[in-house]
């Protein structure tokens, strides 16, 4: 991470024209504090006219030194995809509701971020996840993921059988609607929802968690970030594989996917102070009786 | 019912050949015994020369006075959504491996359909239930369910938003990866994988249960069979309804489906002594210790 | 149950002296519509002089046409315990929260109850569930449950054991915690935490929910309320039955219990127009989301 | 830990007479190979004369290089807690049944062992917990678990109320009968039941499981194993502290009980080829299909 900052990307939610204002609000508060502000391509599209340079994400990650994100979770996990491999870490600003991964508000944000750029924040290394499909002799897909890869059944099976093994050992073989292999930052998103533990986001774990597994005491496990880990579809050739809720991939019988630690993780910055157990206390509710 | 029982039919699972011996064997056994044995057709098509008539399964449900079916639950549950409208009562042989309908073993069959044409038999009613879609004044689909109506996500989205009526009264919106619909013979199939409970098979109950709900408040809800239910689609359009793992028809967004208790139960026979508790710690495996 | 009600019980939460002023200030309304008005001996205690005769909880069960109770869903448990037997309908107004049992609040409470007196309500049967402890040939205790019935590990032992049959017919042996018995009522309660489904207060049947079963596949079982439930004690001495949060009881190895419906159901009413569903989203958060 | 090992202590299940023989067998065997063997002294009083010196837990702990549990896992549990704080490294012998700690069966022992003495065994190394309770400025409790940690209701309560604070910082207050903090040697056993997820006992993380909380968000959460937990009792004073379903202590309102990482692991020797995922299948029957 290079500090002090001084090239620095804004970026906004995907069709999401509120966001215009607060960010060349923004744009317009770091310029006037000497930094080189430049805004995402995508983003650019649906604002006015302005004075800033645009680049695409990818020459972002290669060039800018932080990354500020105005949307929800959603826009930053797939952020941090193409940020991660490139260490350039992240702000966020959430647009109403406090989120896992954006915790400034459009209120705090110009405080908070000015703030920031005077070294005044805590730094937070999230794994992701690698997956590369292998048919055959050959790698027909890969990707990252900031939250989970899922195994699901498609649209016309049932249910789909598939076996997993960790560091090349056979761990189980399993009917379900599928596998969720999922980092610490995915465990308060879908994981949860199919009945998998919280992880706290520092942990260097991997869970998998069953999703309506046929036997009923296949529990989420979690292991080690190192291992690697095999899915091997059986006897079902409608099986797809999903990436983050962002992307996906159709797979055929006998396909083998590999799950592993990608080897750069996304480096998240909080204002000082900030706290995961409350943001986990204000999602799921747990300051409220019923 | 029709008692005593003349005519019988006799079905086999699918494409399965090792069926032919034996059901050939029992056709011989209760023609014998001076019954109308009728063969379905497409069963018949994996046998080899014999001297029974053929029907289809449509002509058995309006002829016939008993349907014996050699298989596994999957079989029984097909032949049940034919069978139930016509109250042709239904005697279930698993091939291995007891059954939650499948009570009878290709060992004890002979002896055991014996005992049962001599009115030695315990009936049970389960109900069915039935799902129709309206697009719409139109309705566009229906069919019957013996285990569950399930209204899922079909392959691109990754969550799908659902609102549900209970007798025209708002229960909730939910977004989860679907809902499944089931009755008490369903409540050990599907919906106890998405962690359902066990509902004894004489309940007039219906169960909701969702699918890796978001929120994670979203219990299964158990209501009279008597509710009219009420689901519609929001916000998705990726939604697929299945039929008991059997058929799926495609749904668009804001159509409605409707699903109810079917008028007719199916009928199963069970020997005299069957015990649904018995079969419950079998499949569960309550007998074995970890 | 006699309408038009004449003789009306007034009952408040124990030890709350904040529901004086609303009970009196009910009292008077409901003396000057001509109606006989008696206060709970219990919660007459924390009044200031009044001019209404007061009777103990056993005495209003005999005389009372209609027992108002202000407090919460605890209080209204305790009520019903007394006034089922003898058919007194209940109407429950909850102090500031919303409950399961209590619907008018304290503000809407004098106007709704007008309504209801003119015969403006909707009575709801529920059901109750008598417990009986027996000790070789004698019952050695026996209580009344409008939740639930508990069978649970005393403070010792770390686990215990028990045998359950329905109807005479063996379900199963179980390590657990306990098990909870639980009524419609009860679902959204203890039953509830302990990974139950929710049941229509309306359906006629009790559910059976394991505590922190040994064996995975223990799931949930709902049966028909007429089922008569016998849970025999093994191998453990330290084990209490408790009746609805409220009593409890030591129970002895080898002691059998005995759980059934209870023959009365407890009588509640509601304004028109209430809604269980309401209740259940309020009570469940499920309006707001994560 | 010593290697070549010289001093093995031999300790037996407590009260299980059929030990005896294999257990002398195993003295005989081992001494013909010029080790140093000891009987622990409790175990000794149920074996016929034998030659071989006797000593307590204690002293084996501070004087042998290898102990030899011949029991199940309750056994291993207990000695572990003595054996872990001096380094002594186990290996544990199953009666029948493959354990989670025991992996070694009668019947293989003396191969098995033979080939440990040599050198060929996998070495692991679990945690242990430590829970202090402090009550005003004093400790007045103190012990380990190599399972779990639990803080229950006792008798007479129906839900306690705490407070948890990892590393100082707020976590939550929960209602609910218990709170499990689980090694992962204990994710499969107390805290499993409870819900929580299998954690591969490599992992130096703790997790902490509600046990049938009232807020139903309220999920188990992993976190590393070098936090520092207090738990802050609320408002009950019937509540219990319990180390690995051994040992007990009655907590008082507003004690605080601070559970932390014990600074000596356990180490456990298996066989070459050991495998924990064969285990875990053999255990949760995930051989075996419905």
Known sequence: MKFPFQNVALIGKHKAPEIAE????????????????????????????????????????????????????????????????????????????????????????????????????????????????????????????????????????SMIEFEVRIDGEYLYNQRADGLIVSTPTGSTAYAMSAGGPILHPSLDVIELVPISPHTLSNRPIVVKSTAVLEILTHRCSDIRLRFDSHSSYDLQLHDKIVVTRHPEPACLLHPVGHSYYHTLREKLLWNQTL
């Open 22 to 157: 607060p960010l060349l609000g923004l744009a317009e508060f770091l310029s006037g504090k000497g930094l080189h502000v430049v805004v995402d391509s995508l983003t650019g599209e649906h604002l006015k006219a302005h004075p800033y340079p645009v680049m695409n994400l990818g020459e972002m990650a290669c060039a800018m030194d932080l990354a500020i994100v105005i949307g929800g979770d959603g826009t930053m996990l797939n952020i941090a995809r193409t940020m991660a491999p490139c260490h350039v870490p992240l702000v966020g600003v959430n647009m109403g509701r406090l989120g896992f991964l954006t915790d400034l508000t459009l209120e705090n944000m110009q405080d908070t971020i000015a703030a920031m750029l005077e070294g005044k924040f805590v730094t937070e290394q999230r794994l992701l996840l690698s997956a590369r499909v292998l048919r055959g002799d050959a790698e027909v897909c890969s990707g990252l993921a900031f939250n989970e890869v899922v195994v699901h059944r498609s649209n016309i099976s």
